[in-house]
Structure formats: C-alpha cells, structure tokens
C-alpha cells in the first residue's frame, strides 16, 4: 500500500472553508485515494474517495491532481462538528490476489474549527 | 448510524481474563475488519475476514483470535489480558468482492475495553 503524508494539524475559523492537503507521491494507477474522519474515539468515519477525477458529495469535496501525487479534501463551510482526526488513505478497493482492500492508518491531520 | 453493530460497547476486566468482542456487519457485507486503538496509538489494523476465511493478518497478538461465522457476524477474542490490551476496539465491514463499488468500508462505534 502507498503512503500518504498530511500536516499534523491545521486550525480553520468557522464558517470558512477548510482545505486538508495530503501527498501520495508513490500512489499506483489502481489505488484510490480515501477519507476518513474521527471524531474523539468514535467510530472512523467515511467522507469521500476518488480515482482520478474531482469528487462531491454532501460532506465534502475532493481534487486530486492531474498526476495524482496529491490531493485536498475540502470542507466548504466548517462547523465546530468537524473538529477531527482527518485520514487520507490510499487503497485497492478491491480483493485480488495481491491486496484484500483494508485500510491502513497514518497518523492522520487533527482539524480545529475555532469560533 | 454505519449499520456496523459491536457489542458490548464498555468492558472492564481483570488481567488474566479472556473476552468475546461481537460484531455484526452492515446487511449484505461478505468482509469485516477489526482494528485496535490504544491511548497513546493510531488505528492499528488486526485481522480481516471474507465470507468467512481469513483473508489479511496485521499486528494480531497470538493471544488474539477471530472468526467469522456462517452469518457473517464476527467475533474477537482476547485472552490472557493485560493492562497494555485496554484500547478502543473496532469492526469494520464492506461488501467486499472484486466489485470497485460498494467496496467502502463502514465502521461501528467500537468496544472499550478496560483491563485492570
């Protein structure tokens, strides 16, 4: 599995978009890149995921660059309840002979809205 | 609301003593995942199962065991505990398959476990 590379942490004001960088520098042309979400010891949560192309979703939205050696996910307009552990994940969503699709967790980037 | 059930969702015991983690995957799911999470540790990925067999083994304790029964529901069991097992334990599960969609995979809320 490739590796990903985000800040540490990142302070965004409420009500202002929040733009959480990630580096996947060795991604492989089968993996996607994936979001997760913690909230304080709750259970990982789903955001977005996408292959090459730009993804939207009710939650979030993601650009991936043309090379795909990176990526941003952005939180248009961030509340105090998006104050978490953010995780970008790269990951052959698949099962084949060589990959079984788990996830794999870096340290991820802690996100403070502040009021 | 993942549509992963744990259970129990608190446990307190005793070093020496061994423990069933219960997870029930989302409807229709074939793969579940358990992760540990520790205090002073990121999400640690243990053991992953499709349609019953075991299918990836990550930083799993020999003191660790898991099975996925003929109704997809997955148990974790740890025994011969110690205070350094006291974590935050989580299922996870997705179809699985060679399909790409449907492959996301939801976690449940987790299974404290405290050893004392």
């Known amino acids: 599995d490739a590796k990903t590379t985000q800040p540490t942490s990142m302070d965004c004001a409420e009500g202002r978009a929040a733009n959480l960088p990630c580096n996947h520098s060795?991604?492989?042309?089968?993996?996607?890149v994936y979001w997760y979400r913690q909230i304080h010891s709750q259970g990982p949560q789903y955001i977005i995921h996408?292959?090459?192309n730009n993804e939207t979703n009710e939650m979030a939205s993601l650009i991936i660059t043309e090379d795909r050696k990176s990526s941003t996910l952005i939180l248009p307009h961030a509340t105090l309840r998006d104050t978490a552990v953010y995780y970008c994940?790269?990951?052959?969503?698949?099962?084949?002979?060589?990959?079984?699709?788990?996830?794999?967790f870096g340290q991820g980037t802690t996100l403070q809205v502040k009021p | 609301d993942s549509g992963v059930t744990q259970t129990p969702k608190h446990l307190i015991t005793a070093t020496g003593q061994r423990v069933t983690l219960r997870c029930s995957p989302r409807?229709?799911?074939?793969?579940v995942y358990w992760y540990q999470q520790s205090l002073d540790q990121g999400l640690q990925f243990l053991i992953q199962?499709?349609?019953?067999?075991?299918?990836a083994k990550g930083n799993i304790l020999e003191r660790f065991s898991a099975q996925q029964f003929p109704d997809l529901h997955s148990e974790l069991n740890l025994s011969s505990l110690e205070l350094g097992d006291s974590a935050l334990y989580f299922c996870?599960?997705?179809?699985?398959?060679?399909?790409?969609?449907?492959?996301?995979?939801?976690f449940g809320e987790g299974s404290w476990l405290t050893v004392v």
């Open positions: 996870a599960s997705s179809v699985g398959g060679r399909s790409l969609s449907g492959n996301t995979i939801y």
């Open positions: 409807s229709g799911d074939l793969s």
């Open positions: 060795t991604i492989s042309g089968n993996e996607y």
């Open positions: 199962y499709y349609n019953g067999e075991e299918r």
């Open positions: 996408g292959l090459k």
């Open positions: 994940i790269v990951r052959v969503p698949y099962l084949g002979s060589s990959n079984t699709g788990k996830l794999i």
